[in-house]
C-alpha cells in the first residue's frame, strides 16, 4: 500500500489561509468518506482535526476545515496562527480493514 | 476522560522481540478498535494494524505479516503490541490509537484518542 501523497511543507502569514492536498487512488480516498486528519507537534501524539473528509471533532477550532473532490482531499487552515505551526498527515480507509497514511506536511507560519 | 497509556521505552537488540502495552481508560475497553502506528525518527506515520478488543480478532499490514502479533487482556483493559526478527529499521515511536467508531465500523474509521508513544531503540 502506497503512502498518500502530500507536499513536503506549507507556509503562510499569520491571518492568512492555507490548504493541505492529500492525494491517493480510487482505492482508498476516492472510494470512501473516510479521510481524516491529524495535527503533531514534535515529540507530540498525532491529535485528530478531522474525520470522514469533512467533519470537526468536539473542540477542534472551526479554523480548520477539510474537503473531498476525487481522489484528493484537502486541509484548510484560515487564519493562521502561530498555534497551528507542526506536522499534518492524511488517513485514509484503504479497503480490507486497512488504513494508509500520507507522506506529512509541514505548516510554517512566516 | 479517555486515556491510552503506553509502557516505556525499550533498547533491543537486532533479532530480538519487544512487546509494548497500551492501557486504555475511561471508555469500555471492548467497545472500540485499538490500532497501532509507528514512526521512525523524522519520518511520516506508518500504519501496523489493528485489534479487536472484543473478539481479539487482527489485521495487519502486510509490511509487517508474519513479523506482528496484536494481543489483549480484556481483565485490565490492556492491548499489546509484540514486533519480532527486530532490525535497525525499527527503530521508531509505536503508538496506540483508538478507533472512533464504536461500532467496529470499518475497524474504527478514524483515531481519536492516542497514547504517549513508546521509543524502541533496535541497537547492537
Known amino acids: 500500500q502506497s503512502a498518500l501523497t502530500q507536499p513536503a511543507s506549507v507556509s503562510g502569514s499569520p491571518g492568512q489561509s492555507i490548504t493541505i492536498s492529500c492525494t491517493g487512488t480510487?482505492?482508498?480516498?476516492?472510494?470512501?468518506?473516510?479521510v481524516s486528519w491529524y495535527q503533531q507537534h514534535p515529540g507530540k501524539a498525532p491529535k485528530l482535526m478531522i474525520y470522514e473528509d469533512s467533519k470537526r471533532p468536539s473542540g477542534v477550532s472551526n479554523r480548520f476545515s477539510g474537503s473531498k473532490s476525487g481522489n484528493t482531499a484537502s486541509l484548510t487552515i484560515s487564519g493562521l496562527q502561530a498555534e497551528d505551526e507542526a506536522d499534518y498527515y492524511c488517513?485514509?480507509?484503504?479497503?480490507?480493514?486497512?488504513?494508509?497514511f500520507g507522506t506529512g506536511t509541514t505548516v510554517t507560519v512566516l | 476522560q479517555v486515556q491510552l497509556v503506553q509502557s516505556g521505552a525499550e533498547v533491543k537488540k537486532p533479532g530480538a522481540s519487544v512487546k509494548v502495552s497500551c492501557k486504555a481508560s475511561g471508555y469500555t475497553f471492548t467497545g472500540y478498535y485499538i490500532h497501532w502506528v509507528r514512526q521512525a525518527p523524522g519520518q511520516r506515520l506508518e500504519w501496523m494494524g489493528w485489534i479487536n478488543p472484543n473478539s481479539g480478532g487482527t489485521n495487519y499490514a502486510q509490511k509487517f505479516q508474519g513479523r506482528v502479533t496484536m494481543t489483549k487482556d480484556t481483565s485490565i483493559s490492556t492491548a499489546y503490541m509484540e514486533l519480532s526478527s527486530l532490525r535497525s529499521d525499527d527503530t521508531a515511536v509505536y503508538f496506540c490509537a483508538r478507533g472512533g467508531y464504536n461500532s467496529g465500523w470499518y475497524a474504527g474509521g478514524f483515531f481519536d484518542y492516542w497514547g504517549q508513544g513508546t521509543l524502541v531503540t533496535v541497537s547492537s
Open positions: 488517513c485514509s480507509y484503504a479497503g480490507s480493514s486497512t488504513y494508509v
Open positions: 480510487s482505492s482508498d480516498v476516492g472510494s470512501f468518506n473516510l
